[in-house]
């Protein structure tokens, strides 16, 4: 009987930009490569972050998800592997969110740890009350609040989605945080 996966060999020594570029032509067969390629890799990373290893297979798995979505992003300029690693970090991120039922905020470091708002988004019973007082704000600080602390971008990568200067970014981060704490403050007097 012939082995069903001889296919695999084909792949073998191809680097992953040229997988990219099969996957991004259509052949699903080099995508079911990268899965294999890079499964225990992604399985260990996320390991050091989720304990439970249910967890951490189904964020691997939603990872490869989210790569199969967005592989006609892959710029196969830059090292897959970072980029591979990032949508699992996100996807990680983004399920410890939903396990905790909180806003879990990063620590980062262009803001201060005590700051209070931080504090305020990371309580659940105050979940609704901030959503109304995010409502209120222009819609330039809402959209630079929800990149930074519901969708975890960077500076950097706000800067591109929103195709700002970086110091733009900052200042429509700080400005929002200042709205935001004022808003929190006048609706819960």
Same mark, same amino acid.
């Given at each position: 009987m012939p082995n069903n996966n001889s296919w695999l060999t084909e792949f073998e020594d191809w680097p992953d930009e040229a997988l990219v570029l099969e996957v991004q032509s259509g052949?699903? =067969? *080099?995508? +079911?490569?990268?899965?294999? =390629?890079? !499964?225990a890799r992604l399985f260990a990373?996320? =390991?050091r972050m989720i304990q439970d290893e249910a967890t951490v297979e189904e964020v691997v798995q939603d990872a490869f998800l989210n790569l199969y979505r967005t592989i006609d992003r892959v710029d196969? @300029?830059?090292?897959? @592997?970072?980029?591979? !690693? *990032?949508i699992a970090k996100h996807q990680a991120i983004s399920t410890w969110r939903k396990m905790k039922d909180v806003v879990p905020l990063d620590a980062a470091e262009h803001i *201060? #740890? #005590? #700051?209070?708002? +931080?504090?305020r988004l990371m309580k659940a019973s105050d979940g609704e009350y901030v959503r109304r007082a995010i @409502?209120?704000? +222009? +819609?330039?600080y809402r959209h630079v609040l929800q990149l930074y602390y519901f969708d975890?971008?960077?500076y950097e990568e706000?800067? =591109?989605?929103?195709h700002l200067p970086l110091?733009?970014?900052r200042t429509h981060l700080r400005r929002a945080k200042e709205l935001l704490r004022r808003e929190l403050d006048h609706t819960h007097d």
């Amino acid at each position: 009987m012939p082995n069903n996966n001889s296919w695999l060999t084909e792949f073998e020594d191809w680097p992953d930009e040229a997988l990219v570029l099969e996957v991004q032509s259509g052949n699903i =067969r *080099a995508f +079911e490569y990268i899965v294999r =390629r890079y !499964h225990a890799r992604l399985f260990a990373f996320l =390991r050091r972050m989720i304990q439970d290893e249910a967890t951490v297979e189904e964020v691997v798995q939603d990872a490869f998800l989210n790569l199969y979505r967005t592989i006609d992003r892959v710029d196969t @300029s830059q090292r897959f @592997s970072t980029y591979l !690693h *990032a949508i699992a970090k996100h996807q990680a991120i983004s399920t410890w969110r939903k396990m905790k039922d909180v806003v879990p905020l990063d620590a980062a470091e262009h803001i *201060a #740890d #005590d #700051d209070p708002i +931080e504090e305020r988004l990371m309580k659940a019973s105050d979940g609704e009350y901030v959503r109304r007082a995010i @409502s209120t704000l +222009e +819609e330039k600080y809402r959209h630079v609040l929800q990149l930074y602390y519901f969708d975890t971008l960077n500076y950097e990568e706000i800067q =591109r989605v929103m195709h700002l200067p970086l110091n733009t970014v900052r200042t429509h981060l700080r400005r929002a945080k200042e709205l935001l704490r004022r808003e929190l403050d006048h609706t819960h007097d």
